[in-house]
C-alpha cells in the first residue's frame, strides 16, 4: 500500500491550500483517514480524523480553518485548509487506519505559510 500525499507549497498568511492523499483504493476496510504534521524540532501531532462513518475531529488549534473531507470516487483524503498561520509550517502526513489496526502512512508534503 502506498499513498501518495500532495498539495503542499509556500503560500503568505491568510492564504489556503487543500493537501490530498490518493490511495485509500488499495486499503481494505479504512477505520479512519487522518492528517498529521511535524514542524522542525516538535513532534509529530494530529491535525484532524474522518472515520468510517463520516464524522470528523480536529486539534484545537485548526477548528474553523482545516476541513477534512473524503472523495470516494477518486479514492482521495483531502484537508482544506485556510486562513493559515506560520504556525502551521510543518510537513504533512495523511495516515489511514483499517479495522484490523494496521496504519498507512503517506510520504508528507511542506506547507509553509510566511508572516
Known amino acids: 500500500v502506498q499513498l501518495q500525499a500532495f498539495g503542499g507549497g509556500l503560500v503568505q498568511a491568510g492564504g489556503s491550500l487543500r493537501l490530498s492523499c490518493a490511495g485509500l483504493?488499495?486499503?481494505?476496510?479504512?477505520?479512519?483517514m487522518g492528517w498529521y504534521r511535524q514542524a522542525p524540532g516538535k513532534q509529530r501531532e494530529w491535525v484532524a480524523v474522518?472515520?468510517?462513518?463520516?464524522?470528523?475531529k480536529y486539534v484545537d488549534s485548526v477548528k474553523g480553518r482545516f476541513t477534512i473531507s473524503r472523495d470516494n470516487a477518486k479514492n482521495t483524503v483531502y484537508l482544506q485548509m485556510n486562513a493559515l498561520k506560520p504556525e502551521d509550517t510543518a510537513i504533512y502526513y495523511c495516515?489511514?487506519?483499517?479495522?484490523?489496526?494496521?496504519?498507512?502512512w503517506g510520504q508528507g508534503t511542506q506547507v509553509t505559510v510566511s508572516s
Open positions: 495516515n489511514v487506519d483499517d479495522t484490523r489496526g494496521l496504519g498507512y
Open positions: 483504493g488499495s486499503i481494505f476496510r479504512i477505520s479512519s
Open positions: 474522518l472515520t468510517s462513518d463520516d464524522s470528523t
